[in-house]
């Protein structure tokens, strides 16, 4: 079969975008009304949460109620001994909170070691009884050598507590083989595994909880948890469809129908010179009249901390030359926060047109590309039509052995 080529490329972007669309019509079908009630102003019911701990934990130190980022404290009570008796009145209904409980290891090896635990808790009942369960883990990686849960709710809380159970186990192994014992002085030396394979296993298991495609505004949640919509933006849409209205209804259910459609209906048209304003290590900017001369402009956003993109990124830009003889300019755009940062990273990698957003467009950009998940490629022509908005790695390299 004959390579796919540029000038075939842009021709076959609008029926396969026209081919998703339609898949997700039918897959609505009927339910277009019960869709577009999703895009309705969010006006939650309001009601108390309540969550009795009776079990004595002389090492937990402090308990908070978090919101469903992990952010912003709704709450605190101090515990007794480990007990304590939570309520918090006027509380959105039907979302996800977390109880973060703080606590200090007195156990042989991690005495001393503090240890934090995430618990989350759905809000489905006004003033329904639930209870904190504390298990004993036995688990060399685990400090708090416990597992905690909320009983007391519905099936929606027994998927969280099966997904909060899995991502403590997976945390556990990853701390037991980062931490060495020094039993003499009591204290643990920790090896830090690092931060981008944790939390690839985390995404991993999110997933795989999503994937069971359970009607459950824990579901929705779940998926409201990752960065991952366009990615699996077919079988997102698939679990939102299976969703009963008053799920759709939720906070999570709007915040789904609201990333899919962004997804589905990208931007048409950039304007370069005040959306996409950029300077080089030296702070010169980039001049967008100097690839007039191509036929395309291929956008690459990425972020140079995340290590684990790296050698994508140096792939692609081996491939400039060959890029460069189809009259594509190969353009290198970081979304990093600091300018240091950037230029600590990029200069190893040798990339050539290589260029840090400025800090005032970017957030806007963000926002109009929707760059959720990095890196990206979009195709533009040099007057900013937006020939693709999310350019896939298979169509790349289509595109580049046709050049060979």
């Given at each position: 079969m004959k390579s796919l080529t540029l000038s075939v490329l842009p021709t076959l972007?609008?029926?396969?975008i026209a081919l998703f669309a339609f898949f997700l019509g039918c897959r609505s079908g009927s339910n277009k009304k019960d869709t577009s009630a999703a895009y309705t102003t969010y006006e939650p019911a309001m009601g108390t949460l309540r969550i009795l701990s009776d079990v004595e934990n002389p090492e937990i130190t402090s308990v908070k109620l978090l919101n469903d980022k992990k952010k912003d404290s709704l709450a605190a009570v101090a515990?007794?001994?480990?007990?304590?008796?939570?309520?918090?009145?006027?509380?959105?209904m039907h979302e996800v909170y977390f109880l973060e409980i703080h606590g200090k290891s007195t156990r042989r090896g991690t005495d001393g070691l503090d240890w934090t635990a995430y618990i989350p808790v759905y809000l489905?009942?006004?003033?329904?009884k639930l209870m904190l369960d504390h298990r004993f883990f036995d688990h060399p990686g685990s400090i708090s050598k416990a597992k905690f849960s909320i009983q007391g709710g519905s099936n929606e809380q027994a998927l969280l507590n099966d997904w909060q159970e899995a991502l403590d186990e997976q945390q556990a192994e990853a701390e037991g083989k980062a931490l060495h014992y020094t039993f003499g002085s009591g204290m643990a030396a920790q090896k830090q595994d690092t931060a981008g394979?944790?939390?690839?296993?985390?995404?991993?298991?999110?997933?795989?909880?999503?994937?069971?495609?359970?009607?459950?505004?824990?579901?929705?949640?779940?998926?409201?948890?990752?960065?991952?919509?366009?990615?699996?933006?077919?079988?997102?849409?698939?679990?939102?469809?299976?969703?009963?209205?008053?799920a759709r209804r939720t906070k999570y259910g709007i915040d789904l129908i609201q990333r899919l459609t962004r997804i589905m209906n990208p931007i048409q048209q950039l304007n370069p010179a005040t959306q996409v304003i950029a300077v080089d290590e030296g702070l010169k900017?980039?001049?967008?009249?100097?690839?007039?001369?191509?036929?395309?402009?291929l956008l690459c956003f990425w972020n140079s901390a995340d290590k684990a993109g790296h050698a994508a990124i140096k792939r692609?830009?081996?491939?400039?030359?060959?890029?460069?003889?189809?009259?594509?300019?190969?353009?290198?755009?970081?979304?990093?926060?600091?300018?240091s940062q950037w230029k600590k990273w990029s200069p190893p990698l040798g990339l050539?047109?290589?260029?840090?957003?400025?800090?005032?467009?970017?957030?806007?950009?963000?926002?109009?590309?929707?760059?959720?998940e990095l890196p990206r490629y979009v195709l533009i022509r040099p007057s900013g039509e937006v020939v693709d908005a999310d350019v896939s790695l298979d169509a790349l390299n289509r595109l580049l052995t046709s050049t060979e």
């Open positions: 972007l609008p029926f396969s515990p007794r001994n480990g007990k304590f008796t939570l309520v918090v009145n006027q509380l959105p489905e009942k006004s003033d329904a394979e944790t939390a690839d296993q985390e995404s991993t298991i999110t997933q795989r909880f999503i994937q069971q495609k359970k009607p459950l505004v824990a579901s929705l949640f779940l998926a409201y948890t990752t960065n991952a919509h366009r990615t699996y933006a077919i079988a997102y849409n698939e679990l939102y469809q299976a969703m009963p209205d008053s900017q980039l001049t967008w009249p100097d690839f007039d001369t191509y036929k395309y402009l692609i830009d081996e491939q400039a030359s060959a890029l460069k003889q189809q009259e594509i300019a190969l353009i290198h755009l970081s979304v990093d926060s600091r300018f050539q047109h290589n260029y840090k957003l400025r800090k005032e467009i970017q957030q806007p950009l963000i926002d109009s590309l929707y760059l959720t």
